[in-house]
Nanobody
Framework: QVQLVESGGGLVQAGGSLRLSCAAS??????MGWYRQAPGKQRELVAT??????RYKDSVKGRFTISRDNAKNTVYLQMNSLNPNDTAVYYC?????????WGQGTQVTVSS
């Protein structure tokens, strides 16, 4: 069983920055990352990180950076140059064995 605790969301003006953090309890964690869901839209991948591969949604490349502290089982998402299209609930995720676990979500709102 893996539990995820997120922090760092909030309200920011367009062009600003936010940093999300997600701490995982448990072991044998493989992939960690972030998804987001805007109102009326499906949940979508933002960025994920495994031992060998890092993936980003095309629209966030060059603006968002995912990083991990494996000793702390923590994943971060540094978000720069935010725009209103980035407004969503951001969910942390982690995979362990055959299961995918999700955090409770943290709201990110970007005002124009």
């Amino acid at each position: 069983q893996v539990q995820l605790v997120e922090s760092g969301g909030g309200l920011v003006q367009a062009g600003g920055s936010l940093r999300l953090s997600c701490a995982a309890s448990g072991s044998s964690i493989n992939v960690m990352g972030w998804y987001r869901q805007a109102p009326g839209k499906q949940r979508e991948l933002v960025a994920t990180s495994s031992r060998f591969v890092t993936r980003y949604k095309d629209s966030v490349k060059g603006r968002f950076t995912i990083s991990r502290d494996n000793a702390k089982n923590t994943v971060y998402l540094q978000m720069n140059s935010l725009n209103p299209n980035d407004t969503a609930v951001y969910y942390c995720m982690a995979t362990s064995s055959l299961y995918t676990y999700w955090g409770q979500g943290t709201q990110v709102t970007v005002s124009s």
